[in-house]
C-alpha cells in the first residue's frame, strides 16, 4: 500500500455490523466517504493531507465493502441502512458531529445524511454526484433504461447474479482497470455479450499504481462484488421509502467539486441544474461549485492534492 504511513485501523459495531475504519490525525473530525468500486483506501492521499492540517481523517469500508461486514440480503443495502451506519459510526466514535466528504456513492448517502440528520453534520464537500431530488413521476430505474437501454451498467446491475458472473470472468483486477481508466463522459454500457477480455491489457494512468490495483484487487476477491452492486439494486426501494422526504432540502454548508469528463456531469440536464438554481434550491447553503477541467469521474485519486486542498479550504472556515 503506497502513502499509507501511520494509519491505524480499527472495526467498530455500528448499526448490527462491524465496519472495518482507517483513520489517521487528531482534532476535528472528518468522515470521508468512497464510491463504487473502491475502499477506504480511495481516500489514502487525502486521510495523510488532512492529518497533517491538524484534522482527525476517519475513513470506513462502507456496508458491503473491503473488511465491512456485507449483509446477504439486498434491501440491507437501502439508504436508510446505508446513512444509519455513519450515524452509528459517529456514536460508536463519540462525535456529535463531523465534517463529511463523499464521493459517488459516498457523495449519494451524505446528502442523505444531511437530509435526514442535518444536526451532525458540520459541513460536507461531496464529489462526483450532486443532490438528486427525487423524481415522484418515475422510478430512477425506469428512468435511466428510457435514456440509456438495458445495457447501462445501472440497468444491467439490476439483474440478480449477472454483473457478478461477468465481472468473474473478467477478474476483479481487469473489472477495476476498466472502472478506474473510464474517461469517457458518456454513459457506461455492459453488453450482454461481455464487457471485453480478460486479458485485455489496460494501461494504468500516473495516479494509480500496480500496487494499488493489487490492493483494491485483493479486497474485492475476498469480500466480492455483490454488496457494493446491491446498492444500484436498491434505487428503486430507496425511491419508494424516501418518499416522505419528496421536495426536502439538504440544509448544510456545502461545496461540490466535479471533473468535467466525469459521466455523472453528462446526465441529461444536469449542468443546468448544477449552474442555473435548481442545485441552489435543493441545498440551499450551497457556496461553492468546482468544475475541474480534464478530470473524470475518480476526481479524489486523480487530482489527489487538488482535492485535499479543495476540502481543507472550505471546512477550516468552520
Same mark, same amino acid.
Given at each position: 500500500m503506497e502513502g499509507v504511513?501511520?494509519?491505524? %485501523?480499527?472495526?467498530?459495531?455500528?448499526?448490527?455490523?462491524?465496519?472495518?475504519?482507517?483513520?489517521?490525525?487528531?482534532?476535528? $473530525?472528518?468522515?470521508?466517504? %468512497?464510491? *463504487?468500486p473502491e475502499l477506504w483506501y480511495s481516500w489514502r492521499h487525502q486521510i495523510a493531507s488532512l492529518a497533517a492540517r491538524g484534522y482527525r481523517a476517519i475513513a470506513p469500508d462502507l456496508r458491503g465493502f473491503g473488511d465491512t461486514d456485507a449483509p446477504p440480503d439486498v434491501s440491507s443495502y437501502n439508504i436508510f441502512h446505508l446513512v444509519g451506519d455513519l450515524v452509528a459510526l459517529l456514536d460508536a466514535l463519540a462525535l456529535s458531529q463531523a465534517f463529511v466528504v463523499g464521493h459517488d456513492w459516498g457523495a449519494h448517502v451524505a446528502w442523505h445524511l444531511c437530509m435526514f440528520r442535518p444536526d451532525r453534520v458540520k459541513a460536507v464537500v461531496n464529489l462526483s454526484v450532486a443532490f438528486l431530488p427525487r423524481n415522484p413521476a418515475m422510478k430512477p430505474v425506469d /428512468?435511466?433504461?428510457? @435514456? /440509456?437501454? =438495458?445495457?447501462? /451498467? @445501472?440497468?444491467? *446491475?439490476?439483474?440478480?447474479?449477472? &454483473?457478478?458472473?461477468?465481472? $468473474?470472468? #473478467?477478474? $476483479? &483486477?481487469?473489472?477495476? +482497470? +476498466?472502472f478506474f481508466t473510464y474517461r469517457d463522459p458518456g454513459p457506461i454500457y455492459i453488453p450482454k455479450d461481455g464487457w471485453g477480455s480478460p486479458n485485455e491489457q489496460i494501461t494504468l494512468p500516473s495516479w494509480l499504481s500496480e500496487a494499488d490495483i493489487n490492493y483494491y484487487t485483493s479486497k474485492f476477491e475476498k469480500s466480492g462484488f455483490t454488496g457494493p452492486i446491491n446498492y444500484y439494486r436498491c434505487f428503486d426501494l430507496n425511491w419508494e #421509502?424516501?418518499?416522505?422526504?419528496?421536495?426536502?432540502?439538504?440544509?448544510v454548508p456545502a461545496k461540490f467539486i466535479v471533473g468535467d469528463l466525469d459521466l455523472t456531469y453528462h446526465y441529461p440536464n444536469m449542468q443546468d441544474y @448544477? %449552474? +442555473?438554481?435548481? *442545485? +441552489?434550491? =435543493?441545498?440551499?447553503? #450551497?457556496?461553492?461549485?468546482?468544475?475541474?477541467?480534464g478530470?473524470? %469521474? *475518480? @476526481?479524489?485519486?486523480?487530482? $489527489?492534492?487538488?482535492?485535499? =486542498?479543495h476540502i481543507y479550504d472550505f471546512i477550516q472556515k468552520f
Open positions: 504511513s501511520g494509519i491505524s %485501523h480499527q472495526t467498530v459495531e455500528a448499526n448490527g455490523i462491524r465496519m472495518h475504519v482507517a483513520e489517521k490525525g487528531e482534532g476535528p $473530525a472528518v468522515l470521508l466517504l %468512497h464510491g *463504487f /428512468y435511466f433504461r428510457s @435514456i /440509456y437501454g =438495458d445495457e447501462y /451498467y @445501472i440497468c444491467r *446491475f439490476q439483474e440478480p447474479d449477472a &454483473a457478478e458472473a461477468e465481472f $468473474a470472468r #473478467l477478474g $476483479a &483486477a481487469t473489472v477495476l +482497470k +476498466k #421509502l424516501t418518499e416522505p422526504w419528496n421536495g426536502a432540502q439538504a440544509n @448544477i %449552474h +442555473k438554481g435548481g *442545485f +441552489k434550491k =435543493d441545498v440551499p447553503l #450551497l457556496q461553492e461549485v468546482v468544475v475541474m477541467e478530470v473524470a %469521474h *475518480f @476526481i479524489n485519486q486523480e487530482k $489527489a492534492q487538488e482535492i485535499a =486542498d
